[in-house]
């Protein structure tokens, strides 16, 4: 079995989301089929990377089709869970043309949450953290060899 990441997060996040899913103890690298980077997209591109797919403003089921593509990798069934009941339903729309086995779940556990949260909260607590730590600047992607 193959397991990888979809996030819709972007390049400039990548090293970063993988620090983040290591240290709460998720890897998902040697679980794919490739560990080379797949690029799809122009501008910020898509990119694959230690098992994870970072889409970041490309649709998830275009690049997730293009990387199936890529690599020539036609699994028996795909089983894709999302935060959001719209990237289920594209994801399996578009899995379906090409018929691929799917089960999608939409994941709502954090919802009560989210639901919470507001600009004006957002904006409070950045204005608090920029002045607790007035040093502080936006993540950097890191740099390439």
């Given at each position: 079995?193959?397991?990888?990441?979809?996030?819709?997060?972007?390049?400039?996040?990548?090293?970063?989301?993988?620090?983040?899913?290591?240290?709460?103890?998720?890897?998902?690298?040697?679980?794919?089929?490739?560990?080379?980077?797949?690029?799809?997209?122009?501008?910020?591109?898509?990119?694959?990377?230690?098992?994870?797919?970072?889409?970041?403003?490309?649709a998830k089921e275009?690049?997730?089709?293009?990387?199936?593509?890529?690599?020539?990798?036609?699994?028996?069934?795909?089983?894709?869970?999302?935060?959001?009941?719209?990237?289920?339903?594209?994801?399996?729309?578009?899995?379906a043309k090409h018929?691929?086995?799917?089960?999608?779940?939409?994941?709502?556990?954090?919802?009560?949450?989210k639901a919470k949260?507001?600009?004006?909260?957002?904006?409070?607590?950045?204005?608090?953290?920029?002045?607790?730590?007035?040093?502080?600047?936006?993540?950097?992607?890191?740099?390439?060899?």
């Amino acid at each position: 079995m193959v397991t990888i990441a979809l996030t819709a997060r972007s390049l400039d996040l990548t090293y970063r989301t993988i620090e983040q899913l290591a240290e709460v103890g998720i890897h998902f690298n040697g679980t794919g089929l490739f560990e080379c980077p797949i690029v799809y997209g122009d501008g910020k591109p898509a990119l694959y990377m230690n098992g994870v797919l970072f889409c970041g403003n490309h649709a998830k089921e275009k690049v997730l089709l293009n990387w199936l593509d890529q690599i020539n990798y036609h699994p028996s069934k795909i089983i894709f869970i999302d935060d959001k009941m719209k990237n289920v339903t594209a994801v399996g729309n578009a899995l379906a043309k090409h018929q691929f086995k799917y089960v999608g779940m939409r994941y709502a556990y954090l919802d009560e949450h989210k639901a919470k949260v507001s600009q004006e909260v957002i904006d409070k607590e950045l204005k608090e953290f920029a002045q607790e730590y007035p040093d502080a600047r936006p993540i950097a992607p890191m740099p390439s060899d």
